[in-house]
């Protein structure tokens, strides 16, 4: 038999087709994930649930908008606890972090990317930088005089000792911001 939509001189072996039980169950499953993301939605924020570290380093720029920061819904709050303790652990197991969980090098790490980006005369007096940590992981959030100066401020937070990655969202003027704002908290 061929299928609706191979070309005729390819037939189906039927290896791909989902029917009976098995199909069904995906597709409960699928309807159970689309409302589920659909209930979050609606569900009001609750800011920094984790308290993971969120913290201004620079404020040059007063017009710059403030980041929302880490904010989650009841749902992705469950969702995250979970994920969190298998990303935490696993680090530890896998022998990348010398700390039974990775989320405890966090308030550290947070401290040494402020102090490296006050520490920096140009960022200081040009930028407007808040900085999160989850995970070694830090995300540079605001806005900064040029992109040079948003690569600078990434290679600054990297050299940090600990620091695992770093996800810069900054804006060079002109653009709009590369990151939820704090006026988004409410939703």
Known sequence: MNHPLRPSAAPSRGRHRRT??????????????????????????????????FERAT??????PVPRGPAYSESQMRAEAHSRIERGTTCWLSGLCSEPNAYRYDARVAQGVVAALRGDA???????????????????????????????????????????????????????????????TAR
């Open 59 to 64: 404020s040059a720029t007063a017009a710059c």
């Open 122 to 184: 140009e960022l200081d007096r040009a930028a407007s930088i808040w900085v999160i940590v989850q995970r070694r992981i830090v995300y540079l959030q605001g806005c900064v005089a040029s992109p040079q100066q948003a690569r600078r401020a990434e290679a600054i937070a990297a050299a940090v000792p600990e620091v695992e990655r770093v996800i810069p969202s900054l804006s060079a003027p002109g653009e709009a911001p590369l990151y939820p704002l704090q006026s988004d």
């Open 20 to 53: 009976g039980e098995a199909g069904s169950a995906v597709s409960a499953w699928f309807l159970v994930l689309c409302a589920a993301s659909l209930a979050a939605a609606d569900e009001p924020l609750r800011a920094n649930p984790f308290n993971d570290p």
